[in-house]
């Protein structure tokens, strides 16, 4: 089935602003996947798996490294990392896919180290879903 993304986009932005996102993401586990660790805490296994830091030579746009998101709404941004991986799941592939999550991990970061004393759950997933509609364009 091919989606139109932005439509289905414009839909998820939707749903955040008007659905109790922490109700459906309840029973989402956290994201793990394409060197991306989402978590609440960052516990003695995730560390040391970022610490090892392997070197990766590939295809792939972005720098490759790990990247842990450290947040206090790891369920609901796993939600969203889910929704995308089935928005974009025809346009990525095993390469791209470090360099879409990659880039959806960084801006998570990114807004998490500028809003340390606010973070906003809302805000939050909006602003990595900028970033995800900055990849269609």
Do not use: H
Not at 95 to 112: H, M, R, V
């Amino acid at each position: 089935m091919k989606l139109n993304i932005q439509d289905e986009l414009d839909k998820l932005e939707q749903q955040i602003y008007r659905e109790d996102i922490s109700q459906k993401a309840s029973t989402t586990k956290e994201w793990g996947g394409a060197d991306v660790i989402i978590c609440k805490d960052l516990d003695g296994q995730t560390k040391k798996w970022v610490e090892e830091g392997r070197i990766v030579i590939g295809f792939q746009n972005a720098e490759p490294k790990r990247r842990v998101v450290i947040t206090e709404y790891p369920k609901e941004l796993s939600w969203l990392f889910c929704q995308l991986k089935y928005i974009f799941s025809e346009k990525i592939d095993y390469i791209s896919k470090y360099d879409f999550y990659g880039s959806l991990a960084q801006s998570a970061i990114n807004y998490l180290k500028e809003n340390k004393e606010n973070e906003d759950m809302k805000s939050l997933l909006l602003f990595v879903l900028d970033t995800a509609k900055g990849v269609n364009k």
